[in-house]
C-alpha cells in the first residue's frame, strides 16, 4: 500500500511577526487497494448514500480507536494519541 500525507507546516504572519502553528486539519492522502475492496467500499458508500471517501475516512478513523478490534498499541493511531 502506498501513502502520501501531505505535512503540516508552522508560518509566520507578515503582520504580526509572531510564530504561528498550524492547525490540526484534514490530511490527503492517497492509497492503492485491491480491486475487491475498492468494489466493496463504492458499494458501501451508495448503499449508505455518502461519498466514497467519507465512508473510508470513516472505517480507517474507526479502526484506529483503542475499542477497534483492528486496534493494536503498537500502531500508528496509538502514537498520534499520546501527541
Do not use: D, Y
Amino acid at each position: 500500500m502506498s501513502c502520501q500525507i501531505v505535512p503540516m507546516v508552522l508560518s509566520q504572519s507578515p503582520q504580526t511577526s509572531s510564530v504561528r502553528v498550524g492547525f490540526r486539519s484534514s490530511q490527503r492522502i492517497t492509497i492503492t487497494l485491491p480491486f475487491a475492496i475498492a468494489h466493496g467500499l463504492m458499494q458501501r458508500s451508495i448503499h449508505e448514500g455518502r461519498s466514497l471517501s467519507n465512508l473510508a475516512a470513516f472505517l480507517l478513523e474507526a479502526s484506529l480507536q483503542p475499542t477497534s478490534p483492528c486496534f493494536s498499541p503498537g500502531c500508528l493511531g496509538a502514537s498520534a494519541k499520546s501527541q
